[in-house]
């Protein structure tokens, strides 16, 4: 398994498998953990599953498993012995060997039953003695059932179990008789009571044949009902600080869960349960739903963070993306950067023109002034980045000493460095995006530059291109349109020549071919 996930899931039937499954499928990484203590397990079929009833537990879970590693998930069998806590989350122990980090928890490790203290009971349990009518009612009706009183509910659930049997029996075992009222119900519906402690579960075979009372009698039943104590499996939880609390039914106590809100987020940030750890009355398809949704909030609540990381890493790239440093670690982290082909929209606009001098701003590795000295230019060119700058002098060196001599290179910043005014007969600034301050001031230096009837050609990726598969820096403020730079030039002193967005082909980092448009501003100075 791998080291780190976004989610670990504790458990794995319905509740663990759902939410695991809602994680996978949102692109989460998850891995889940399964001791195969299933509370299930000795019943014949899930029941109340729309559109799996009567499904074997054991199938169920293959299923949901299926579905979960479909989806990129991982389920694992093993037992989880310790969770602690750090900075980044959470190191889970798995079978006291192998440690893995989740950002994570859904704990799903549900309850354990907790049966009366009668010899037999507890072998028989999910096949003949039984606790859920809605569960195993219909499988028993028209049966002899037994109700084994054990405490203060078990007149209503000989009431309740009436309606799947006229064979009722409410067995008082250590209990008082019920109260008159009590007793003129039952009477009315057709439930005798038998007295007496009941001594053990007897069998025939593979079957139940009735209860042992302490008086001998044998009282013949085809089923027992029991009310169990539901107790949730919290060790876990209660070591990460939380607390089990009673779970109360008519004022009266039945079991005990951890606590958390409708959408299984408990009071330790970072950990929801689901299922019967939190809610002991839940069936199956109860279970399902919950972990489905703490699946999908802690997805949620795992996008929040995400988002504020990416906030943290987007301000600070913004910080530093225009300094010295940043742009000599990006030269240096690969032997080249640019394709080596000058920038097509250069070559569009300036092909034609007389050659001159010409101000390359941002030159980079230096394509554009090697293509403009080609064509004769006087090439001044500037960069932020020593290593840019080196790289392109040899590349201008290898088209020759006599092109090499055509270009000056300058190592500066152009947020504080000034062209002469009037210098330049080409002013070109290809894909230099700043912030809209900067920028403005930055690209009015550059007019500057330019001399009486000399050309301003300013170039970038339009913000349509956000719209597209390109990968441009998502920085839409840094994006500009033509017509935006335009309207920023003094018409007394520039005559506007293009402003569009021009489209191109371009292939985007999955090999598809995609249209781009870039911002192509080209102004003559009058």
């Known amino acids: 398994m791998d080291d780190r996930y976004d989610v670990v899931v504790v458990g794995g039937g319905a509740a663990g498998l759902a939410g695991a499954l809602a994680l996978a499928r949102a692109r989460r990484s998850v891995l889940v953990v399964d001791a195969g203590e299933p509370r299930n397990a000795p019943a014949h079929g899930v029941h109340n599953y729309l559109g799996r009833e009567g499904t074997p537990p054991g199938e169920l879970v293959a299923v949901g498993r299926a579905e979960v590693t479909a989806y990129g998930g991982q389920v694992v069998a093993g037992r989880v012995d310790a969770v602690t806590r750090d900075d980044s989350g959470f190191v889970v122990t798995v ?4 440690r893995v980090r989740a950002r994570r928890l859904l704990v799903t490790t549900g309850l354990v039953d907790e049966l009366p203290e009668v010899p037999g009971l507890t072998q028989r349990w999910g096949r003949d003695v039984l606790h859920c009518p809605y569960c195993h009612g219909w499988e028993v009706r028209d049966q002899v059932i037994g109700v084994l009183d054990t405490g203060p509910l078990a007149v209503h659930a000989a009431k309740l179990w009436r309606q799947w049997s006229p064979h009722v029996r409410l067995l008082l075992h250590d209990s008082a008789p019920p109260q008159p009222q009590e007793a003129e119900e039952l009477a009315a519906r057709g439930v005798a009571v038998v007295p007496g402690r009941v001594v053990g579960v007897e069998t025939t075979g593979d079957r139940l044949a009735g209860v042992r009372l302490d008086s001998g009698d044998l009282v013949e039943l085809d089923a027992v009902v029991v009310a169990s104590r539901m107790t949730a499996r919290s060790a876990l939880l209660e070591s990460l600080g939380l607390t089990p609390v009673d779970v109360e039914h008519s004022g009266h106590v039945i079991g005990r869960r951890i606590p958390a809100d409708a959408n299984g987020a408990t009071d330790v940030p970072g950990v929801w349960v689901a299922g019967n750890v939190t809610d002991v009355t839940g069936q199956v398809i109860r279970a399902a739903g919950a972990g489905l949704t703490a699946g999908a909030m802690i997805n949620m609540d795992l996008v929040e963070e995400d988002t504020r990381d990416a906030v943290a890493e987007h ?3 913004r910080e530093t993306m225009f300094t010295e440093a940043a742009w000599e670690e990006r030269y240096r982290s690969k032997p080249a950067v640019w394709s080596g082909r000058p920038n097509p929209q250069l070559v569009t606009e300036v092909g034609e023109l007389a050659p001159g ?3 390359d701003v941002g030159s980079g590795e230096g394509a554009d002034a ?12 500037v960069d932020i980045s020593t290593v840019a700058l080196e790289r392109a002098a040899g590349h201008a060196r290898a088209a020759g000493a006599e092109l090499a001599a ?5 190592h500066a910043d152009l947020l504080t460095w000034s062209p002469a005014p009037g210098a330049y007969d080409l002013v070109s600034a290809q894909f230099m995006h700043l912030p809209p301050e900067p920028r403005r001031e930055v690209f009015a230096r550059l007019a500057d530059a330019v001399a009486p009837g000399g050309r301003l050609l300013v170039v970038g990726h339009h913000p349509r291109d956000l719209r597209t598969t390109a990968g441009r820096m998502h920085y839409p403020e840094m994006m500009y349109t033509a017509e935006q730079v335009a309207a920023e030039l003094d018409p007394a002193c520039f005559e506007v020549l293009t402003a569009q967005a021009r489209p191109r082909t371009v292939t985007d980092p999955d090999g598809r071919d995609i249209v781009v448009h870039d911002a192509v501003l080209l102004a003559r100075r009058r």
Request: proline share 0%; net charge positive.
């Open 95 to 98: 079978d006291g060997v192998r």
């Open 315 to 317: 301000r600070r790239q």
């Open 357 to 359: 001098r010409a101000l």
């Open 370 to 381: 090697v293509w403009l000295a080609e064509r004769g230019w006087q090439v001044h060119a």
């Open 406 to 410: 055509r270009i000056e290179w300058t």
